[in-house]
Nanobody, 121 residues
Framework: QVQLVESGGGLVQPGGSLRLSCAAS????????MAWYRQAPGKQRELVAV???????NYVDSVKGRFTASRDNAKNTVYLQMNSLKPEDTAVYYC???????????????WGQGTQVTVSS
């Protein structure tokens, strides 16, 4: 059974920083793309950042220059460093990954349970 578990959310003042982590565990053979999504109250879930297995990244325009995604392939973990946080960054942040487990020869898409990020003074 493969699981994604996020951590690192919380309450931060505008201009502050947070670092989210997402660890994949279970019978993992390989992980392809890993991504961070977020969903604010009353809004659709949006893609925030994607990082490929080789470390290439893409970001939604609203976080470019402020957020940085990285990954440690040895630990099956992806990170999201969030700097210069704004109230509009408030949302539940979800980890997403394409993972091939030991029992299948194809990749499946997995979601974490989400972690709340609140930016407020």
């Amino acid at each position: 059974q493969v699981q994604l578990v996020e951590s690192g959310g919380g309450l931060v003042q505008p201009g502050g920083s947070l670092r989210l982590s997402c660890a994949a565990s279970g019978s993992i053979f390989s992980i392809n793309d890993m991504a961070w999504y977020r969903q604010a109250p009353g809004k659709q879930r949006e893609l925030v950042a994607v990082i490929t297995s080789s470390g290439s990244t893409n970001y939604v325009d609203s976080v470019k220059g402020r957020f940085t995604a990285s990954r440690d392939n040895a630990k099956n973990t992806v990170y999201l460093q969030m700097n210069s946080l704004k109230p509009e960054d408030t949302a539940v942040y979800y980890c997403n990954a394409d993972i091939r487990d030991l029992f299948r020869n194809y990749f499946r898409n997995y979601w974490g349970q989400g972690t709340q990020v609140t930016v407020s003074s």
